[in-house]
C-alpha cells in the first residue's frame, strides 16, 4: 500500500457559504470547460460553479475520498483549492502522467457535495454563480 501525503485544502470563499448542504446534481464538460450544478438540498436553489482551462475532472462518492476529509469538510466551505496531498500530488509522482509536463501552471479543486464530489484539475480559479437555468 502507498503512503497517501497528507490533503491540505484552503475553502474558496463564496457568497453562499454556510447557508446549506449542497447536492451536485449535474456536471457539464465541454472544450476544457467545466460547469459543475449544484442544489440546495432543502430548497430549488440552484448554483454553478465553472472551471475553465481544465485539464481533467473526475466524480466520485464523497466516501472514496477519505484523504479529503476533514480537511474538505462542512462547515469550513464547499468549494476547496486542493494546495498538496490531493489528486494532483499524485499524478506528479505517478509514471507516466504528463499533467506537470504540459501544464505547468495547473492547480487542484475539489467541490464537495453532499455524496458526490467533483476534482478538477484547471489552469484558472473557479467562478461560483446562480444557476439562472432548471437543475
Not at 472551471?51 to 466524480?59: E, I, S
Request: contains cysteine; glycine residues 8%.
Amino acid at each position: 500500500m502507498t503512503h497517501m501525503e497528507k490533503v491540505e485544502a484552503v475553502a474558496v470563499p463564496t457568497a453562499l457559504d454556510g447557508q446549506t448542504t449542497w447536492e451536485i446534481v449535474r456536471v457539464e464538460y465541454a472544450l476544457q470547460q467545466l460547469t459543475v450544478v449544484a442544489q440546495d438540498a432543502k430548497s430549488d436553489t440552484s448554483i454553478r460553479v465553472r472551471f475553465d482551462g481544465v485539464v481533467a475532472y473526475r466524480v466520485m462518492d464523497e466516501r472514496d475520498l477519505g484523504e479529503y476529509w476533514p480537511a474538505c469538510s462542512l462547515p469550513n466551505g464547499w468549494v476547496y483549492s486542493i494546495r498538496s496531498g490531493g489528486w494532483l500530488s499524485q499524478e506528479s509522482v505517478r509514471p507516466g502522467s504528463c499533467v506537470g509536463l504540459f501544464y505547468p501552471g495547473v492547480h487542484e479543486y475539489l467541490v464537495a457535495g453532499f455524496t458526490d464530489c467533483v476534482s478538477v484539475l484547471c489552469t484558472s480559479e473557479p467562478r461560483v454563480e446562480l444557476d439562472r437555468g432548471n437543475s
